[in-house]
């Protein structure tokens, strides 16, 4: 079971193997206000009972995940992130056919001002780390740009 949140709704998805096709099969079952924070009864209601331990333990991971959010500076969750994105990033560069030019120069010089501060920054590094038991990377991803579109919002 897959728990993927697209605005403000949850997606609860089914994943299965399609005995004809041998394939990988994802079927969304039940979808949910992203707000609610424990398992309603219509949506236990449809849901197997280890689907719904899985579902209470993302909601947990979720919670969790936006306490910790709540008590970084918004810095730490950029930098946190960036992994993340420049992994993206990456796999989107080796997609595309073409790069348009200005976005290759701003990449280039946007890693060589990172590489200098990370270079800057690597005698001050400490290490630190919180576990999800559920959530999925990309769905924590979700949760960390939600944060940095929050404070740039603020920023305006």
Known sequence: ???????????????????GTGREKKQVVISFNAQVDRVA???????????????????????????????????STILETLPALMIQAVQALDTLPTVDRQTYEAIRVSVKDLTDALERAEPHTASRSVEFDQMQGNEELKERLDVIRDDLEKRK
């Open 41 to 75: 009864p219509h949506v236990a209601a449809v849901l197997t009972g280890e689907e719904r331990q899985q579902l209470e333990s993302w909601l947990t991971d979720r919670a969790r995940l936006k306490s910790v959010l709540e008590e970084k500076s918004i810095e």
């Open 1 to 19: 079971m897959e728990f993927i949140t697209s605005g403000e709704t949850v997606n609860c998805v089914r994943v299965s193997d399609d005995p």
